[in-house]
C-alpha cells in the first residue's frame, strides 16, 4: 500500500463512504447533505474519487478542516491537485493506494480494491446506494453498514 499525506489520520475513528456509480438524483441530494453534515461535525471521513457522486462527496469534505482519506482505484500519481497539497501540507489529508505507482488504467477489479481498501481502513461504513445484485452489494453482502 501506497500512502502520501499524514498517516497519523488513520488513528482517527474513521467513516468510509461508498456507493454504486449510477444512483437516482434523491439519493444524490441524500449524500451530499450527509458530507455536509460530517464535514461540520469534524468527522474523519474515508472516500474514493472515482465515480462522481464520490468525487463530488470528496470536494464537499475537502471544504472543510477535518481528517480525510481518499482512496485511489490506481496507483499514486506524479503531479497533484494544487488544492490536495495544501490539504496534505496541513496535514489534513491522506491519500491511499492499494496499487504500485505504475497502475494508472482504472479498472473494473481495481475499483473493487478500491471499495475493500475503504472497508478495511474504516470503523464504520455509510452506503449512498448500492445497486441490486452489482459489484457494492455483492461486497457488502455480509457487512454491517448504514445508508445516507
Request: glycine share 6%; charged share 30%.
Amino acid at each position: 500500500m501506497e500512502f502520501l499525506g499524514n498517516k497519523v489520520i488513520l488513528n482517527h475513528y474513521k467513516t468510509g463512504f461508498l456507493s454504486s456509480r449510477k444512483c437516482a438524483a434523491e439519493v444524490v441530494l441524500k449524500s451530499y447533505e450527509w458530507a455536509k453534515q460530517q464535514r461540520a461535525e469534524g468527522n474523519c471521513i474515508v472516500c474514493g474519487n472515482h465515480s462522481q457522486i464520490e468525487k463530488d462527496v470528496f470536494e464537499i469534505l475537502l471544504k472543510g478542516d477535518q481528517p480525510l482519506v481518499l482512496v485511489l482505484p490506481r496507483g499514486l500519481k506524479y503531479r497533484w491537485d494544487k488544492t490536495w497539497l495544501n490539504e496534505i501540507e496541513k496535514g489534513r489529508l491522506l491519500i491511499v493506494s492499494p496499487f504500485a505507482q505504475e497502475i494508472k488504467r482504472v479498472t473494473r477489479e481495481n475499483a473493487e480494491r478500491k471499495n475493500e481498501t475503504i472497508i478495511v481502513l474504516s470503523d464504520k461504513i455509510i452506503i449512498g446506494y448500492k445497486s441490486p445484485q452489482g459489484q457494492l452489494d455483492a461486497l457488502m453482502k455480509n457487512l454491517e453498514f448504514n445508508t445516507v
